[in-house]
């Protein structure tokens, strides 16, 4: 049987998706649980290096340090697609732990259909060795310009038929009126 997938949606980026992704992790390790994080794509230039199915590749921070959490060996496939931006208009793609040229290459609402598949399979992969696997969605699953090219929020809920959690950040104005319009 898959593991159960709770997901954890925010209003915004820095909502405090990651820190209550890694809660997460650790109450339900504490449970007995086999567990494991799992975020579709990071953007971020802060990584950490783990295995991989081809050696060692690369994860961002935050899964790896969700999947130390879970008592889990961090892993390529708990963060398939990580991007590390290198200037305003463009980043280096790592696709399950390794730079990918071709997709870097790419401009990135092409690269959505490309990378699904892995991003599904690994999810998949994850859900078939794991009681439980914690999500975490980026930014907010409403801004409707990304919607067209969503790898990471929404279609990931769906593939992963995930119980969803909101999360906001009172200390920003209008914490109310993000709950509300998301």
Known sequence: MPAKCVMV?????????????TALCRWYARQGLKV?????QN????????????????????????ALAAKAEPD??????LLKPEADTRS??????????ELTNTPWRDRSEKVWPQIAASLDALRAENDVLVIEGAGSPAEINLMAN????????RHADATCLLVTDIDRGGAFAHLYGT
């Open 92 to 101: 280096q793609v790592v696709l399950l732990g390794e730079v990918n040229d």
């Open 76 to 81: 390529v496939r708990m963060n398939p697609l």
């Open 43 to 66: 953007m971020s230039n802060n990584a950490r290096v783990v295995a991989s199915h081809n050696g060692l590749g690369e994860v961002g921070s935050a899964q790896y340090f969700q």
């Open 36 to 40: 494991a994080p799992f975020k579709a």
């Open 9 to 21: 949606l925010g209003t915004t980026s820095g909502a405090g998706k990651s820190w209550l992704t």
């Open 150 to 157: 969503d790898i990471v929020n929404l279609r990931v809920a």
